[in-house]
């Protein structure tokens, strides 16, 4: 019978960004699989909604706000594939959204805007980024825990939030789903 669960043995042992505050509560095994499977999901819809968006850009020709926005996910991307993973696999789940945004970017500057625009847009999104990693690491270094998941969850939603509201705003101003569609919301 104990060779029957020896590969949930094995998998047990290894989950996603085990926290030490979850560590030293010693919660039963089920806790991090369900904790696993919801941060898998998140992460899958994020990606998908990202491919949703550069294929509407792409049809669409249109960036539904400014490529700016983008700055700050890059920022984010980049800087916690540098900070916070535990693990290789981790550290690949940061870089493959971080390609996301270098995709998505790429896709609003290729199709969105006219090619005068471009290398300025390209430039200011560069800048911002760097600026936005920077502002980032102030952060982890005036809040510190461990990984620096206070400032991530925090300055992840503060990301969100402008980008979100944002595009709703232009959604029901400008009376059409240029760029955007209903079904990604």
Request: hydrophobic share 50%; glycine share 8%; charged share 15%.
């Amino acid at each position: 019978m104990e060779e029957a669960f020896l590969l949930a043995d094995k998998v047990g042992r290894h989950h996603i960004n085990q926290h030490t505050a979850d560590l030293t509560l010693h919660p039963p095994e089920s806790y991090f699989f369900v904790q696993d499977f919801l941060i898998l999901s998140c992460a899958l819809l994020y990606t998908l909604c990202y491919l949703f968006y550069i294929a509407r850009t792409f049809s669409d020709r249109y960036c539904a706000g400014t490529p700016l926005y983008l700055a700050g996910n890059l920022a984010y991307e980049l800087y916690y594939a540098l900070v916070m993973p535990r693990s290789a696999l981790e550290r690949v789940g940061f870089l493959v959204w971080f390609a996301c945004d270098i995709s998505f970017a790429a896709v609003v500057l290729w199709r969105g805007h006219r090619v005068g625009q471009r290398g300025r847009l390209a430039r200011q999104l560069v800048a911002t980024t760097l600026a936005g990693m920077a502002v980032l690491k102030a952060c982890g270094r005036y809040w510190p825990d461990d990984m620096e998941t206070v400032v991530a969850f925090w300055s992840g939603m503060l990301l969100e939030l402008p980008i979100g509201w944002g595009s709703i705003y232009l959604l029901l101003q400008r009376k059409d789903t240029r760029g955007q569609s209903l079904e990604i919301w």
